[in-house]
């Protein structure tokens, strides 16, 4: 069953904006941290930009200044303001939130949206 569900992918000219968004799902417990990755063909899945609880934010080199992360905690909703956008910003990005396995809360885990294609021509 889904549990992330990705939205604003598309294609844009360089130097244009999209905003991304990723809803969360009540079945998953325990939320603290919630971002975003990407994963471009023939590299590795990349870290883009995480907010933690208590508002802290981690961003890659590549994309400060351009791209901005904000969360909606009671709608459980994270977003990814993307300006500037660059041919290299190409990838699938995918919503990522750190939770509890399960209620009982002895451990943590990692939860992966599907992934929504950016796309960015120049």
């Known amino acids: 069953q889904v549990q992330l569900v990705e939205s604003g992918g598309g294609l844009v000219q360089a130097g244009g904006s999209l905003r991304l968004s990723c809803v969360g799902s009540v079945t998953i417990p325990g939320i603290n941290t919630m971002g975003w990755y990407r994963q471009a063909p023939g590299n590795e899945r990349e870290l883009v930009a995480t907010m933690a609880n208590d508002g802290s934010t981690n961003y890659a080199d590549s994309v400060k200044g351009r791209f901005t992360i904000s969360r909606d905690n009671a709608k459980m909703i994270v977003y990814l303001q993307m300006t500037g956008l660059k041919a290299e910003d190409t990838a699938v990005y995918y919503c990522?939130?750190?939770?509890?396995?399960?209620?009982?809360?002895?451990?943590?885990?990692?939860?992966w949206g599907q992934g929504t294609q950016v796309t960015v021509s120049s």
């Open positions: 990522y939130v750190n939770g509890w396995k399960t209620r009982g809360g002895l451990s943590r885990q990692d939860y």
